[in-house]
């Protein structure tokens, strides 16, 4: 079983968790196409896919990718 982190850091820096509300980089695929929002669901360790997004206009579907693809925002 992978190993979990409890705080990763986003493309600005900032940290985030599991639970917290982050926002795509613009220069992803999804990101060019207006899907910008999501919620983090998970947290593992592994190299290309450690963080686990669950979006706002992909419901149901979950989007993973490294932690510098996604940055922290209020709200």
Request: proline share 3%.
């Given at each position: 079983m992978p190993k979990?982190?409890?705080?990763?850091?986003?493309?600005?820096?900032?940290?985030?968790?599991?639970?917290?509300?982050?926002?795509?980089?613009?220069?992803?695929d999804l990101g060019m196409?207006?899907?910008?929002?999501?919620?983090v669901t998970r947290l593992s360790l592994t190299p290309n896919d450690r963080v686990h997004v669950e979006l706002d206009k992909r419901p149901g579907r979950t989007f993973a990718g490294s932690a510098d693809t996604f940055r922290r925002v209020e709200g």
């Open positions: 979990t982190y409890d705080t990763v850091y986003g493309y600005d820096g900032s940290g985030y968790t599991v639970g917290d509300r982050v926002e795509l980089h613009p220069a992803t196409r207006g899907v910008r929002y999501g919620t």
